[in-house]
């Protein structure tokens, strides 16, 4: 059974009354208590360590916070040289209290495609950071930064450079494109239809530009998804989901196929994956399973629960879905099925992929208004006029239905 | 910009990440055949070679200090070939070829208070947002209600006591930088902006803050001799948007900005389609700093979903399976008037036919 | 096969040569051939017969709209005496060109609920409408109306007082209550889950004077289906749909269902019935069929089937769907589910039922604007704030599923 | 009202039905049990008490003559105990408890021109509406379109070749009197209105035109000094819900106004929800007097239905199970830009998933 009623109140190693550089935070001591990891304890031992005012300052103000229930941040402007976006603003409202918080600045660094790390890079970074700022990261923020968290602005440009020249860049913000996350994809997950590492790393190369330097109607955001199980949520978080896909059938390993058939039954079979398939295409022969795949709709459902057996066929690729985000003004859109098969195996692939996202891009640019999002501007036109404005042809993948109402110009 | 700048910017992008893969990823790099889960918060995968990788994944608060970062190297360093990764829910995955190192990187992470967990059905780490601690818009502290919430639910993110995986998301004002999840809590106004005419036309530009509502409900106007902005209260749903565009439409309020809470949220393509949460609990107060009242509401759900729901069966195709009406009776939750949508497409949620439970 | 290139052109009765009265129609003509019943066939040996000149004018106008594809009828207000509608006024735009048909008027009369008729009163229909206008009677309009078409102005009085004095009366037309119809329920279906064609009548008379004298800001529609089947459309086209509805079990009569299997099959059980339930609540157990009646949604399907030994069960009723209308302006609406659960038993509940049907129609006439149906008032006022009006609760059963945006008043 | 009036109207709404019923309607009223479909056309209805009554439906063209209801009344009088009932789709019914009657009723049906059909797994008779014949604003005549449908499927009508029953709807412009149907053939114009500024202010209310229109397409305007409308060709889609208003917003044109062909659309509950026709053909030519490039669609629809639904499955539930592609492919239709919702709900019929057919 799941508690419901009171906390558990397993303590873990309190750092509230052993310090005494810190002030009293009784609400905040509240939340070092319970067995999951508690960022409370993270921050006190940091500030206790570090001895930083910045830390103490934020925690007052914080606890301060809880007892009110007001947040005192306001945003402004801070950058780093050439650039207009990637670090983001923060000062205390109420600076004549905690004037140890006064200036609280994030930066966000764009990881590596996959979030992978090795520790030499990792360390390194704390070691910047501890340096020049709190000491306090975000790993990730829900876009995927590295969100290096508290900095006074007079050293926002000598913590870039140093972590600039480790390799790391900032990423975005306002109304730019932003930073990008990419699934584990195939470094190790059978299942990845292109590479989504790679891509991710070089679409967002070749948008730096775009990232740095906010010229957009609004924010633009790419996720990379190696199949339909969409483990980046790029269908409702970003304008232009990249997900794998496959176009001819199912690769099945009629072996491994008997030998888990054998192990876990045919109930299991019938009840767990037949059962399941939203088209109902799987059916039993002899003892067998056979997918009908003209009617497969590339769920992953089948393929995720018999994985020794199943996976996407051999003709991989992927599609693209404009138009996802969340609820700001229109309520959250998922993004739309624009291209249903994309080849990505060459370069060229990759160029082909990034000139067409470009094109997207720039028609959005130039037809939406301001913070507009793409999947908005679509909308508000029509995804008609969004196909003859980046020139691609209609199909019914893009819809779950024809048009039930006349109101339409139709020209003979 | 204070200091003297030597470094000439490299606008690099991402970083490079062909340095951070752990050499069996490199090897069988697009080469994975299968997986299988042989543990709670372990993977395994089996390459085309072969090559088997084993994975470890333990939850973190996500707010980190250097401090823990380091500790969380050492491990790697330890026992697993100085290579680790982060997933998209902030839980940190250590891999190695060698199944004996797996037994000692649980024991390892839970030494430093991480626990081991978030693979299968389970309740994996909860995505949040930036909260009091950072944002200049929040009506709550989004790390400190999931704190709260992932000690509730401990166990249930280091075992396999769930149908399927629960993916769970807290948010601090509407926007929802969280996004949608199986169970999403989301900040909710209850009341309009109050507005500073004093300095409004000081800070915001007041056209783009009129522009940014939804349901044209502000108005340019003149208070006091100055240019500034009125609020239709009859219009205004409480949405925040403005507030967003500008920090003197105050929306945030101690007692008025409450919880609401969506299930059924689904970005996955796997049998069904991805679906947008519904609001299955609305003016949860906000109770710093354990949040109690959420935290009941979330356990109902997890309870009757628990007992309920198929295996693979997500959050919402239960719902979807059972009916909503059974949702509302077996989680004791109550389907108001304000459920009921009245948004731009709230037709099309109507129940344009005779099918009815009773 | 379905012939789908040419027509069959098999030769029914022609009158188009025979005749002496009627002028040339050659485009008309092509559709007195084929195998369907012809309206020009029918036509032309009414107009042979009666030599009535309004008929001759109204076939050759008709050719000459299929020769120039253009319709020549413009409306206009014709009434009966102490009626603002009721009848529908055509003139020619072309009277001009074709003198005899410069009137065609139709009246609208109310048919018996059901259409059922007995021959003394549809002859006597024949008789009068015989002597009065042009004997072409359609039957009937898609609202339900005896559609009389084709009188002209000075005899309409009188054609309608000598109807009238055989029980008829005039159907509605403009912002008005309008002519309702009801499947044939209890008079011949086991499905009938309250008295259609008693509510009917009942309903429509005491309407009787909004169906005459237009006072709403638009239309109002009633349809009476006796259950889901809903046989009268009512859903998509009425305001207020009535639709039969039970809240307890299915009844099954076990033996006639062991009967049914045997005869058609398990196969045909599992494949016909079962997999077509909607909530797959139907299980086989031991050769029987087992309905978990708390997730049927009452859709029928098994009942259809297995008419034989299932039906809804005792506790009957009617559902109320509010909003239903097609296409105009903001595309084809169904009824929303108001109120799944009515009793129908008695005449206090006919009472109470007359009763809400006008809270509701009052609220829509206070709150529309004109020319708005009440499902797009609903639509535009949100339908909480119809809820309100009309003092009823939220129910679960009125969506699909709670909203999954935010926007939203919400007063805590 | 030209003549004198000695009669006082009697305001009695619709005609008292119970001397409209049969006997052993009347006798069983709401007592019955189940009922058969012995044969095309033809019903069996048993009743609790254990009597039985057959009921034999023919269609008819609907614009009857006196002397058809005439036809009629003697058939039933001769078979049917003098009485008789119509159905929703312009069927007749004549009623008998005696299985004798059955065969001598087809008999005299069939003999006056009315097929007996339309009851079971086949093509019922159209719904329709005025048409050139009578309605004010039509673009076609439904009489002659449904007359050339039907003489094609007049097989169908009279047999069980299909695997549901199909109901077809036919209207003579947008509004669509005719009504959600498996097929509904409704005009579409494909240009703007044309209007008569000389005389537009004499004849209809300016500002009820205005706000007829759904996309706010007509402006105020003068011409010739005097006061007319606009419309802004750009924003309008040639709708006519200004012509209803206004006979002078001449929206009908013998070439540009054309067909469409919607298919999926449902009334009944039984088994999925109602559902709305959707678009499948459009800019079909208006081809009096036999229509046959509409006839010739209808008959694709219907075949590539008839190979591959299955018992009790409508024509859109098959759609649905084999999905649009598969539709578009068996159809040999073509799915258009033009089919992409662009209306209020538009998003909602996205594909906003990755879940595809290749
Ligand atoms: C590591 C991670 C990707 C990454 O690059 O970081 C990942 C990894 C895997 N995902 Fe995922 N998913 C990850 C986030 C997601 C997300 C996004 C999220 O959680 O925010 C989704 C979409 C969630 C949603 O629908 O709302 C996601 C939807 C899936 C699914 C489809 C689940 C379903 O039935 O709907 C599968 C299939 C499965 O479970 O076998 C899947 C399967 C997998 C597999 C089995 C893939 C593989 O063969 O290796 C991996 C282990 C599953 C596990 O954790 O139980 N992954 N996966 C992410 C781990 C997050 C975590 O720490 O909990
Ligand atoms: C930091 C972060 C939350 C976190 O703690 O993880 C965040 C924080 C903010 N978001 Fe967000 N969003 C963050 C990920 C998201 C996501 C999730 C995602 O990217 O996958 C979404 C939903 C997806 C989407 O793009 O729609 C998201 C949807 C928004 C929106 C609503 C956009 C919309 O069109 O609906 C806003 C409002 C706006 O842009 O005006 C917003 C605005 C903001 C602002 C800038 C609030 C503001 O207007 O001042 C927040 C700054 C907080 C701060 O102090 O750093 N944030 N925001 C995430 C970015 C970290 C990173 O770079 O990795
Ligand atoms: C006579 C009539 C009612 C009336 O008062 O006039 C009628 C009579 C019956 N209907 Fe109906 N339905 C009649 C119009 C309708 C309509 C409306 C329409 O056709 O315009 C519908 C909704 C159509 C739609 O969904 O678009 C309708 C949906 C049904 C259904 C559900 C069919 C389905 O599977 O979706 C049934 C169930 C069945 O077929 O057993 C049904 C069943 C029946 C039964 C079997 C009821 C019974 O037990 O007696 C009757 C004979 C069925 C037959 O004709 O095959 N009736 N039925 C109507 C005959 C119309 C005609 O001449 O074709
Ligand atoms: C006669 C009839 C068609 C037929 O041949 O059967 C008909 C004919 C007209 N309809 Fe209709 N409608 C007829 C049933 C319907 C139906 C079907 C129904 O009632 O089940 C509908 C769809 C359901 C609904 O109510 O929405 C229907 C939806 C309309 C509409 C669109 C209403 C909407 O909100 O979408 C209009 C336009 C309007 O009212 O302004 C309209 C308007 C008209 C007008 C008055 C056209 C006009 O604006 O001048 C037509 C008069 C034609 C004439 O010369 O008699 N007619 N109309 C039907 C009435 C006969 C009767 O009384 O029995
Ligand atoms: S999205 Fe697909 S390819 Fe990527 S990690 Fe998830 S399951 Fe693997
Ligand atoms: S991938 Fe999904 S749709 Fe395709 S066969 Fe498997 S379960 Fe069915
Ligand atoms: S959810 Fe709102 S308050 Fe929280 S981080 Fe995002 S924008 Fe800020
Ligand atoms: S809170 Fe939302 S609805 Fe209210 S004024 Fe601001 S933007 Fe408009
Ligand atoms: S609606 Fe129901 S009760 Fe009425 S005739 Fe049709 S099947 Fe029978
Ligand atoms: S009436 Fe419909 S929902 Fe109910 S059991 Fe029968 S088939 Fe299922
Ligand atoms: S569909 Fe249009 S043209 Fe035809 S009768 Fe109805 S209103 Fe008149
Ligand atoms: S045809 Fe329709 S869209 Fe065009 S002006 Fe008239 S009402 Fe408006």
Redesign the interface.
Known sequence: ????????GVE??STSCGGTFLHPTP??D??E???????????K??AE?TRKPMLRG?LDQ?EY??Q????????GLVT????GSGV?S?RSKIADKFPEAHE?H?LRV??????????????DL??T??KHGS??????G?T?DIML?GIE??????C???I??A???LGGAGPAMRT??S??G?????H?CY?T?QL??KV??????D??RPQYSYKFKFKFSGC??????????SDLAV?G?W??AIAMDTEAMQGWIQKNGVDFLV??VIN?????VISLAEGMMVIDN????????CI??I???L?PGRERGL?I?LG?K????????????IV??FKMETDEDIAAFIRLSETMIEWWNDNS???ERIGETI?RV???QF??GVGL???????????????????? | MSSERTWKTIESGPYDYHNALHPVVKKNYGKWKYHELPRPGVLKHIAESGDVLFTVRAGTPRQDSVDLIRRICDIADTYADGYLRFTVRNNVEFMTPDEEKVELLIEALEKIGLPVGGIGPCVSNIAHTQGWLHCDIPATDASGVVKSIMDNLFEEFKNWYLPSKVRISTSCCAINCGGQADIAIVVKHTRPPRINHEVIANICELPKVVARCPVAAIRPTVVNGKPSLLVDNKKCMYCGACFGACPVMEINHPEHSKFGIWVGGKNSNARSKPALGCLVAQNLPNNPPRWPEVNEVVGRILNAYKKEGQPWERLGEWIDRVGWKHFFAATDLVFEKDMIDSYRHARTTFNQSAHVRF
């Open positions: 059974m799941v508690q419901i009623k009171k906390n558990i873990t190693k609400m905040l509240e939340l208590k319970g067995p999951w990891p508690s960022f409370i304890v993270g921050i031992e940091l360590r934020v914080l916070s809880y009110t229930k007001t947040g005192y941040w306001e945003g780093a040289y050439g650039y983001i923060r609280f994030t764009q990881p590596a495609p996959g979030l992978h790390y090795n520790t030499t890079m990792l360390r704390c070691d950071w501890e000491g306090l990261i975000a790993l990730h829900q995927g968290q602005e007079a050293k926002v440009q000598e870039f450079d140093e600039n020249q390799g790391w860049d990008s996350v699934c584990v195939p470094a190790r997950c059978e990845a590479d590492l991710h790393y967002m190369q070749h948008f730096a530009g990232v740095h339909p199980n969409d483990c980046t949520n790029a269908i409702f978080r997900i896909m176009r001819d009840n767990t399941r398939c939203p088209t109902r003209a009617n497969c709709v590339r769920c992953m459902h995720n629960v994985t020794e057996a996976s599609a879905l996802g969340n609820t700001l003004k229109v309520g959250a859109m998922g993004g739309t099925m249903p098969f208004f301001d913070h909308e029509g995804l008609k196909l003859d042809d209609a199909s019914i993948d893009m819809v779950s239905r024809p048009r039930s109402n006349p109101y339409y110009k139709s020209e003979s």
